[in-house]
């Protein structure tokens, strides 16, 4: 009975973590235990344990009552997450390029060619989900486990303003030129082009991922450190990795 508990509690969190993932519920939405209950028809105990394992995540705030918000992000907790991103996905790139098999380098250029398709066509949601999957088949291939769910426990927390991206001006067109070129390098094997690449297309120069910074809901910045001296003090940094 306990183990059907807990399957019912992990579905519940799956499926809340995808609907925060693709902005269904956003920054500060209401996670209520009994509208849980109700919508899927289990008893309290898997709904808590759903919320538990989502604030263990990071990815909700419990309330003082039943329930939690889904959490948001400050802007120095974002560019210092930011920061160890960059590192972790040039390393899962690095890894890909000296232990992806064969098999999955070749869904990597499947991969790439939906991320053109949805470029061809400048939708930005459809490239966003290619871009997830393009992302998600290298962490695979590092063939390192830890790392692939460090990866996606960041991604999940670093959702809001990385779902905005795809809707700037030209950045999908130069996603996609750098997705080419690391795919380029995983595939010849050249772990340090690789890492490279990667790092340069998490950074793209400090100024994207700043600006989509700007107009995410975000908590109070703490009053020693503006926003606006957090975000310069960062980009200045970000841009010379």
């Known amino acids: 009975m306990a ?3 807990i ?5 519940i969190r799956q499926t809340l973590e995808e609907e925060i993932l693709s902005g ?4 500060g939405s209401r996670i209520d235990e009994q509208v849980l209950m109700d919508r899927f028809g289990v008893s309290r105990t898997p709904a808590r344990e759903a919320i538990k394992h989502l604030t263990a995540a990071g990815l909700v705030t419990p309330l003082s009552r039943q329930g939690a ?6 802007v120095p907790e974002y560019i210092a997450m930011l ?23 070749q869904q990597l250029e499947e991969a790439h060619a939906a991320c053109g398709r949805a470029a061809a066509k400048n939708d930005a949601e459809e490239y966003g989900q290619a871009n997830r999957v393009f992302h998600e088949i290298i962490y695979d291939g590092s063939l390192n486990e830890v790392l692939a769910r460090q990866l996606r426990a960041m991604r999940l927390r670093m959702r809001h303003p990385r779902r905005a991206l795809f809707d700037r001006p030209n950045r999908i067109r130069h996603s996609l030129a750098e997705h080419a070129v690391i795919l380029q ?10 890492f490279q690449a990667m790092t340069d ?15 995410m809901p975000l908590r109070a910045v703490p009053a020693d450190e503006p926003a606006d001296a957090a975000l310069q003090r960062r980009r200045s940094r970000s841009a010379n990795v």
């Not at 399957?7 to 579905?11: E, F, R, V």
């Open 201 to 215: 297309h998490i950074s793209s120069g400090g100024n994207v991922y700043a600006d989509a910074i700007a107009s």
């Open 3 to 5: 183990s059907a508990r």
């Open 24 to 27: 269904k519920l956003d920054a």
């Open 83 to 105: 920061e160890i991103l960059m590192q972790l996905e040039g390393l899962a790139a690095r890894l890909a390029a000296r232990r992806m098999p064969t098999a999955q380098r």
């Open 69 to 74: 918000v889904v959490a948001s992000l400050s």
């Open 185 to 194: 390098a995983i595939v010849s094997g050249d772990e340090n082009a690789a």
């Open 7 to 11: 399957n019912l509690g992990d579905q």
